[in-house]
Every structure is written in structure tokens, then in C-alpha cells.
């Protein structure tokens, strides 16, 4: 009978996909199917060679039918149940008998049976390795050696059915060698293979790893350059509004109630400037913010207007601040606060020419709604997004020009808030500020 082809000992598990049969149920399966064909070949031999039985055609047609009810009731169950109940090293086994009887039933030393038995063999080593394949085929050979003198002519001699018994047990060890060869060639292909495998998959993760480094690197030194451009935006409002009134003070030409304004905002820009020094600490030491911490504390916002108003360099006859309710105070980062209305009240200045801008600041008690409103050009029909963008500027400015409003949104988000563009009923613009803040 035919032998179950197997897969070599060490070789993976093959997991099967939605709709697939598994690895072994196919091979079990196949060799079902083998068992059949080599069954319906017995039957065909002996129609065409009634001869080969000799004085025992009922036994051999009985072994025939029963290799074929055994071979079908396999098929049945594998086809029902999906895998066989019987270990495959036993039905080898019984394939191994079968073909040993039907060699002595039908020749003995004249049957073409015998092919069927270096099957066995190579299935016995595939499954048990090249040791327990040799010995199978050394214990077949003497089993077939038996054969051919039990179911021989009575005109064949000892000797030849002797010498034909050895011809076959070398057969069948050789067969046992090669396949053992064979399979060892294999385990070493798969392993190289394996190996290979690993090496790819461990360059493919070193090659991830140094390019999610280079990002990084490449990450943080854009955060430090646009750290660097923010500072260079931030720092240039205060510094010139410094030069300018040092210079008035310096030269005299402003006394009384200028002076003291004159005095005050000079504080205030020093403040400023010293906030935007702690930012820049922040960004030296922090994870490459440009922003810098968070350091809350009690915002009056009606001063807060007047400081937003001051820094952006709004005449006093071109502004117009609100604040709701009166005397509202705020719990925030007051320099991120101010440096976001700044660049806004900043920004409706520049394009509205002379006309007033206007800064409503309302508290309700947990969000603060800040709007500065300009009669500027406003923006075409879907830019609002747009020149919120870094490096987008609107007009002619150069240097530090378009990171006014990509500063005021990033900060607008890093203390959870929104900046919205809106077109003003009239013309102009409405750069509204809403952030969740706590009263003070």
C-alpha cells in the first residue's frame, strides 16, 4: 500500500488562512488519495494478470477488497472528521503489510507490488528521521524476503528469491540514506533561510531605528530654529518701542502724564522682555517648545488691554478696549496671554491704516472670549486657514514677517484654546480668542 508523504520533522507549522485547509489535513488527505490510486492499480494488475495469484486468486482478491474498504474508509473519515483518527506513523505501518502480503499473493519475487515499498520507506523517514527509516527498510526487505519465498513460482529457487530479497533490502536502505540526505539538506536550506530571515529583519529594525532618530534630530532643530524666530518676532515690538522712548525721556521731550505713561510701558516692556528670557531658558533645557512654560498667575484684564494695546503700538486715538464684566480678573500665563493679543492687536493695526481698533475681553467665569476687530482689507474667501500657517505673511514684510498669527494659534492650542479669523459685518476682519480659563 502506499505510504502517508509527510512534511520533515523540524519544518514550521504553516497556519492556515479564513477558507484554507491546514497543512496537514491536505497531506493526510493526499495521501488518501495515493492509497486509492495504488489500490485501483492492485485491481487493474490483476484483471490484466490474473496469473500473478497463482493457486491463491480468492485470498488475493479478499486482500485487495480489503485494501480497498480500508483506503475508502480512510478517505471517508478525512473527508467527515477533517483529520484521521489513527496516528499516521501507525497507518504507514499497516500501508507497510498490506504491500508486503500483497507482494506474497501476487508473485512473490515476479511482483510488481514490491514498488509500493520504498514508499513506505520514505514516508517512515520523513516522519521518524534516516535512522528509524533504515531500520524500517532493512525490516521490510527481510519481510519481502519472506515474500518471495513463501509466494514465488515453485519454478524459482531459493537462491533467486534469496538474492532477489537482497536486491530489494539494499534498495530500500538506499532509498532510507538518500531521503535521510535529502531532509538534512532541507533542515539546512530552512535554517539559512531562517538565518537570512533574521539578519533582514534585524537591519530592517536598526534602519527604522537610526531613521526615527534622524527625525528626531531633524525635529528638534526645527523646534530650535523656529524657537530662535519667535524670540527674534517677539523681541523686535519691545525693543524698538524701547529705543524709541529711551530716546524721548533721554532728550526731553516728554513731561507729566507722557513721561509717566512713558515710564510705565517701559516697565512693562521690560517685563516682557524678561518673560521672553525665561521662555528662552525654557527652551534651552524643555523638550524644544518655542513657547516656553506655563507660568499662571492673577491677570487684571482691564490692564492686560492696555499693556496689549501699549506693545502693539496703538495710538491712543486709534484704540478702542472693552472689558466684561468690569474689574474681571483671570487665573492664566499672563506673558503667552498677552503675547497672543499682542501679535493680533498688532496685525489689525498694520492693515487697517488709521482707522480705530477695537479689543473686547469678556469672562464669563470659565472661558475668556478675547475679539480684535480692525477695518483692514479682511482676508479673501477661504484663506482664514491659510495665513495662520508658518512663514505666510500678508504685505511686504520680510524677516520674521508670517509668524505673527502662527504664533498666536500655537499658543492659542497650547493652552487649549481656538483662534478664529471671521470676517466684520462693514469690512475688516475679527480675529476671535476663546480659551477655558478659571476666575482668579
Known amino acids: 500500500m502506499a505510504a502517508d508523504p509527510v512534511r520533515s520533522r523540524e519544518a514550521p507549522t504553516v497556519t492556515a488562512h479564513a477558507g484554507e485547509l491546514p497543512e496537514r489535513t491536505r497531506?493526510?488527505?493526499?495521501?488518501?488519495?495515493?492509497?486509492?490510486?495504488?489500490?485501483?492499480?492492485?485491481?487493474?494488475?490483476?484483471?490484466?494478470?490474473?496469473?500473478?495469484?497463482?493457486?491463491?486468486?480468492?485470498?488475493?482478491?479478499?486482500?485487495?477488497?480489503?485494501?480497498a474498504v480500508y483506503a475508502a474508509a480512510l478517505g471517508v473519515v478525512s473527508v467527515l472528521r477533517g483529520r484521521l483518527p489513527v496516528p499516521p506513523a501507525v497507518l504507514t505501518g499497516i500501508d507497510g503489510l498490506l504491500a508486503l502480503l500483497a507482494c506474497g499473493l501476487t508473485g512473490g519475487v515476479a511482483s510488481p507490488m514490491v514498488a509500493a515499498l520504498p514508499l513506505v520507506v520514505i514516508a517512515i523517514a520523513l516522519r521518524g528521521g534516516h535512522r528509524l527509516g533504515q531500520l524500517v527498510a532493512l525490516g521490510l526487505g527481510v519481510g519481502y524476503t519472506v515474500a518471495a519465498l513463501l509466494g514465488s513460482d515453485p519454478g524459482v529457487t531459493v537462491g533467486a528469491a534469496v538474492v532477489a530479497g537482497l536486491w530489494w533490502t539494499g534498495f530500500l536502505f538506499a532509498t532510507a540514506v538518500l531521503t535521510g540526505v535529502l531532509v538534512r539538506l532541507l533542515e539546512r536550506q530552512l535554517a539559512d533561510i531562517a538565518t537570512t530571515r533574521a539578519r533582514a529583519e534585524s537591519e530592517h529594525e536598526r534602519y527604522l531605528s537610526e531613521r526615527a532618530l534622524r527625525d528626531r534630530i531633524v525635529s528638534q532643530s526645527r523646534a530650535r530654529l523656529d524657537g530662535a524666530r519667535v524670540v527674534l518676532h517677539e523681541f523686535r515690538t519691545p525693543v524698538a518701542s524701547l529705543t524709541a522712548l529711551s530716546a524721548d525721556l533721554a532728550a526731553g521731550r516728554l513731561g507729566g502724564d507722557a513721561a509717566r505713561r512713558a515710564s510705565r510701558l517701559l516697565a512693562d516692556h521690560a517685563a516682557h522682555l524678561q518673560d521672553m528670557l525665561d521662555g528662552l531658558a525654557d527652551l534651552a533645557v524643555a523638550d524644544g517648545s518655542p513657547l516656553g512654560r506655563d507660568r499662571p498667575r492673577r491677570v487684571a484684564l482691564a490692564e492686560l488691554a492696555d499693556a496689549v494695546l501699549d506693545a502693539a503700538g496703538i495710538a491712543a486715538h486709534r484704540r478702542h478696549p472693552v472689558v466684561e464684566p468690569a474689574g474681571a480678573a483671570v487665573h492664566c500665563d499672563p506673558q503667552r496671554l498677552r503675547r497672543m493679543l499682542t501679535n493680533l492687536a498688532e496685525n489689525a493695526a498694520r492693515h487697517s491704516g488709521d482707522e480705530v481698533v477695537e479689543l473686547h475681553l469678556a469672562h464669563d467665569g470659565a472661558v475668556l472670549t478675547a475679539e480684535v476687530r480692525d477695518r483692514g482689507p479682511g482676508l479673501p474667501a477661504g484663506q482664514e486657514g491659510v495665513v495662520t500657517a508658518k512663514g505666510v505673511a500678508l504685505g511686504e514684510r520680510r524677516g520674521t514677517a508670517g509668524l505673527g498669527l502662527w504664533i498666536a494659534e500655537a499658543l492659542a492650542s497650547a493652552m487649549d484654546g481656538e483662534l478664529s479669523l471671521l470676517p466684520r459685518e462693514g469690512g475688516g476682519l475679527v480675529a476671535r480668542l476663546t480659551l477655558p480659563l478659571a476666575g482668579a
Open 27 to 67: 497531506e493526510e488527505r493526499q495521501a488518501v488519495v495515493l492509497r486509492i490510486c495504488v489500490v485501483l492499480g492492485a485491481v487493474g494488475l490483476l484483471v490484466a494478470r490474473p496469473d500473478l495469484t497463482g493457486a491463491r486468486p480468492v485470498v488475493a482478491a479478499v486482500l485487495i477488497g480489503l485494501s
